[in-house]
Structure formats: C-alpha cells, structure tokens
C-alpha cells in the first residue's frame, strides 16, 4: 500500500501530522508493506527567495491577526509539537520561499533519502536556531548531507533553478486536482483522503479502512503458456 504526503517545510501542522501519522504507522500491523512518499506543496509559493521576515510577522500580515494572538498561536503549536515528542522553537524562527528545498526533497527521493531529509528540515526549520532561510544556500547543502545526499549533487540542483522544478509543480498540480487545498494532506492508495494534522486515532482507522479494501489481483488464465518459475523455464517441446 502507498500512502502519499503532501507537505511543506513551512507547515507547522506538516511537523506534527507527520509524527503523528508515524505513530499510527508504528503501529499497524502490515507497516512494512506500507511505502510512504512526500509530496511537494508550497504554502507561499509566490514568495520571492530572498523575501525573509519574521513568522510573527508573516502571520500578522497574512492573517490579520495581532502579534499578541500570532504569538499565542505559536505557544499553542509548541505544546501540540511536545506533546509528540517534538521540539519547536515558539519565538525567533523566520520564514521564507521553500521551493528549494522541495526540489532537493526530490532529489532525496531518487536517493531513497527522502523521509530523512524531509525530517532533517522540519527539525531545522521549527527545532533549531539557525535559519534554513537566512544562512543560503549552503545551509540546505549541510542538511542534505546530513540526510545522506552527496554535497556535489546538492549544490549541483542548487545551481540550476530548473533542475526539480518541474517535478515539484507536478506533485502541487496533482494536489489542486485531488482537492487539496491545505497540507498536510495524505492519500491512501489513491482511494482514501486525510486532511489535517490529525490525532493517530484517525490515521491507524485509516490505515486499515485502506489495507482492508485493497482489491486482490485478479488473473487472468493463461492456459498452457510458457513461464519461467522457481523450478526453471519451461522448455519448447517443437
């Protein structure tokens, strides 16, 4: 079974839904028949590269709201983060563009690195002092290799602004046509949506609504027709 994950780096429900989706996954019996695959999808994609400002003023701009309720807001999301396990620094992060780091997300893919890099961000991202935005592009070099990737290939993508790109449009294209509207957003072998952070109740019924309606492989019968097997092939008697 393949479970999909729209997310972005910039979501702090992204950090928590995706811990809270490994709760459930932990727990499910057929886990390791279960592939899991991130998917791009950016909150504030018109945002230019270096456009980097505060979160409590990005949420005042955004929202409306004042940096009294912004603040409060990101309290909230700090006790949500702890009660999973999860660090999250409630004042002093910034935000800014992550398509590049959505395209090294694909690149991690490729690799069979891609969980733990998308890991390594959100840790950065929401956990650290250092800025993923602010310290350039050589910042995202380190945590890709800390994920595993090579740093020539990381800088590599880095310096070509096309190279991913169309790769990441395609997973946000895909999304719009799915109906998502909000990340995070997880897909169930195509057949069962999730919307939200939501507690690992929900995604464990998920999981097995999902692992129980599985269509078996019907087969067609192919007679006396030759096949290979673990005994060998079978072999041309004219």
Not at 113 to 124: G, N, V
Request: proline share 4%.
């Amino acid at each position: 079974m393949r479970v999909e994950i729209w997310s972005d780096i910039a979501c702090p429900w992204c950090y928590v839904g995706k811990a809270r989706f490994e709760k459930a996954l932990e727990a499910f019996p057929h886990r390791d028949q279960v592939e899991v695959v991130h998917r791009s999808f950016e909150l504030d994609p018109g945002r230019a590269k270096g456009d980097i400002q505060p979160v409590i003023t990005m949420l005042t701009k955004k929202y409306g709201m004042s940096a009294a309720q912004a603040q409060a807001g990101e309290q909230n999301l700090g006790a949500q983060a702890a009660a999973e396990g999860l660090d999250y620094r409630t004042e002093g992060r910034d935000h800014g563009n992550t398509f590049d780091m959505h395209r090294l997300l694909h690149l991690a893919k490729e690799q069979g690195r891609q969980d733990e890099l998308i890991q390594i961000l959100y840790r950065a991202n929401f956990a650290e002092e250092r800025s993923v935005f602010s310290e350039g592009d050589e910042r995202l070099v380190e945590l890709a290799v800390e994920a595993g990737l090579a740093a020539d290939d990381v800088r590599k993508v880095l310096a070509d602004p096309e190279a991913y790109a169309d790769d990441v449009r395609a997973d946000e294209r895909e999304a719009a046509q799915l109906g998502a509207n909000g990340v995070p957003f997880f897909v169930l072998d195509r057949k069962y949506g999730v919307s939200g952070a939501q507690p690992a109740e929900v995604f464990e019924r998920a999981l097995t609504q999902a692992w129980g309606e599985r269509s078996p492989l019907r087969i067609v019968d192919q007679g006396d027709a030759e096949a290979c097997g673990p005994d060998g092939c079978a072999v041309p008697q004219h």
